[in-house]
C-alpha cells in the first residue's frame, strides 16, 4: 500500500510539501501499528524515537498540569500527527496519548527522517516551526488551567467565608 501511505502522510502539513521519492523513503522507516481502545501509545516524560499519524481510530491528548491532575489537550483523528517534540527535540514525551478507540497509527521512525534531512536540510526549518508551536500550545494550556485552578479555589474560598460570616 505505498500509494495509501504516500497520500496519508501528504495529508498532514508536515509532510505534504515532499516529492513522492522523500514520502516513500520516510514510508521505508515506518510501520502500522494497532493499539486497543483505552491503551496507552506513549507516555509523558517517557523517552521515543518516532512520531505517529492516526489511520483510522480517535486518540487522547492529556498532560499532567500538577502531580496527579492531567487535563484533556486534545482529540486527534485520521491524518493528524503526535510525538514531533520527540522525535525532532530528544526530549522526553511532553504528554500521554492514548487511543480512545480501536486504532491504527503510523510510526515514523526518526531514522527516516534523518535521512531526508540528509537530501533537504530545509526541511528541518519547517519541522521546527510546527514543533515550536505544538510546544506554545502545550505550555499555555497547563497556564491556563493553573489559572483556572487559582480562580476556582478562591471563587470556593468566597463562599465559604461569605457563607460562614453571614451565618
Do not use: C
Not at 40 to 69: C, D, F, M, N, W
Not at 105 to 111: G, I, N, P, S
Not at 135 to 154: I, P, V
Amino acid at each position: 500500500q505505498p500509494q495509501e501511505g504516500r497520500l496519508l502522510l501528504a495529508s498532514h502539513s508536515l509532510f505534504a510539501d515532499l516529492p513522492p521519492a522523500d514520502l516513500d523513503s520516510l514510508l521505508s522507516h515506518s510501520r502500522p501499528v494497532l493499539f486497543t481502545a483505552g491503551e496507552a501509545i506513549v507516555r509523558e516524560g517517557a523517552k521515543g524515537r518516532s512520531l505517529y499519524q492516526v489511520i483510522t481510530g480517535r486518540v487522547e491528548v492529556e498532560k499532567e498540569v500538577q502531580p496527579g491532575h492531567t487535563i484533556h489537550v486534545a482529540e486527534l483523528g485520521p491524518g493528524e500527527v503526535f510525538g514531533e517534540m520527540t522525535l525532532f527535540q530528544g526530549a522526553p514525551r511532553s504528554a500521554t496519548v492514548r487511543a480512545l478507540e480501536d486504532s491504527r497509527l503510523l510510526r515514523v521512525d526518526r531514522a527516516g527522517v534523518r535521512e531526508l534531512l540528509e537530501r533537504d536540510p530545509d526541511l528541518l526549518e519547517r519541522f521546527a516551526q510546527l514543533v515550536n508551536s505544538r510546544r506554545r500550545e502545550l505550555e499555555s494550556l497547563g497556564h491556563e488551567e493553573q489559572q483556572r485552578e487559582a480562580s476556582n479555589l478562591l471563587e470556593a474560598m468566597r463562599n465559604l467565608f461569605f457563607a460562614l460570616g453571614g451565618g
